[in-house]
């Protein structure tokens, strides 16, 4: 295994772009599944998560060819239909090909995503849509198996806001009989990326972006040539990588209405911006000012950025509650930022964090993606050296980012993991 080996207290300046949306590729490689047509997807980032999706795709029967950063699907007409677990259990998004291939097969067979119990994770909502829609669902030695002569449209509710939930049945209802009706749905962006392509792919969806989406079942739907958008994850991190440190950093490609949630309290933090129609320029000065923040489903503050603003806010003036109301038990990060000197009490739901006037550098371990984004950006700032194990969690979300900081003068450096 890799680590970073970082030395800190650098103010970072220059350019820097942003890869595509790992969140958003994941489900329109997904997508795929639901026509024979090939499916060409651009810009699509070099990640851990890509490749094991291409990995699934290709056990699936599907042929994928990647060419730098574009990447073709073709299915065949006769796809395999199960998910096996090896591929499964690395990562959960693997559940995004369920829909599709109930909606086109009319059956499916995936591993439990991670080797979990149904219920602990919303696997559960995805599959009593699923069952709205006319399938059989039933659990056979830790394999969820779903068949059906051909779903029909219903009305579905979903009992709580499920980013994969909604993608999933999204992309099931598309090829079912009759209309069918999502509510209470995600509208993340990707959500609307993944309707804006199903609809070039011949679907009638309306409503994306809002509570409610509506579907008109089609027989079948075409390829698509895609360039997927923007990370806007990856695109708050460099933002926060230029806070930490008090540096200058111009950010081109981005979308800023996507990332709305963050620059706000950036600014309320005290951060100076500016956003243009593709760029925003961050400027880092003195301390930054303590904030509260509140994890919501988009358009609020997103649970991905919870991590890496916790990290800014160890350096605050003052004291910040950051409150997580999207995911359990995810302020693993906090016990690592302490190691560096960081302040927080948790509480619950809630990190109490206060604000310290430095950060020093020390072992620490990433414990999951954002996570470890969070331990970059406080190694960034931290005096001294910092060693981050078990970055393979960070290139599961982030196209060499160590490569892209490094020309803003971040030393950076990935070295093999001690024995």
Known sequence: MEAFLIKGGRPLKGKVGVSGAKNAVLPLMAAALLTHEPCTLEGVPHLRDVRTMTALLKALGAQVKREGERITIHTSPSSAWEAPYNLVKTMRASILVLGPMVGRLCKAKISLPGGCAIGVRPIDLHLKALEKLGANISLEEGYVVATCPRLKGNTVYFDKVTVTGTENILMASVLAQGDTILENC???????????????????????????????????????????????????????????????????????????????????????????????????????????????????????????????????????????????????????????????KVEGNKAIVKGVEGLKGAPVMA?????????????????????????????????????????????????????
């Open 367 to 419: 414990t999951d993606l954002r996570a470890s984004a969070s331990l970059v950006l406080a190694a960034l700032a931290a005096q001294g050296t910092t060693w981050i194990s078990r970055i393979y969690h960070l290139d599961r979300g982030y196209e060499r980012l160590d490569e892209k900081l490094a020309p803003l003068g971040a030393h950076i450096e990935r070295v093999k993991e001690k024995p």
């Open 186 to 344: 995600a509208k993340e962006p990707e959500v609307q990326e993944l309707a804006q392509v199903l609809r070039a792919m011949g679907a009638s969806i309306k409503g994306e972006g809002t509570d409610t989406i509506r579907i008109h079942g089609i027989e079948e739907l075409k390829g698509y040539h895609h360039r997927v958008m923007p990370d806007r994850i990856e695109t708050a991190t460099l933002l926060i990588a230029g806070a930490i440190t008090g540096g200058e950093i111009e950010i081109e490609g981005v979308i800023p209405q996507h990332v709305e949630a963050v620059t706000q309290k950036l600014r309320e933090a005290g951060v100076d911006l500016q956003v243009e129609r593709e760029r925003i320029k961050v400027k880092g000065h003195n301390r930054p000012r303590a904030v509260d923040v509140t994890t919501l489903p988009y358009p609020g503050f997103p649970t991905d950025v919870q991590a890496q603003f916790m990290a800014l806010m160890t350096l605050a003036q003052g004291t910040s509650v950051i409150t997580e109301k999207i995911f359990e038990n995810r302020f693993l990060h906090a016990a690592e930022l302490q190691r560096m000197g960081a302040q927080i």
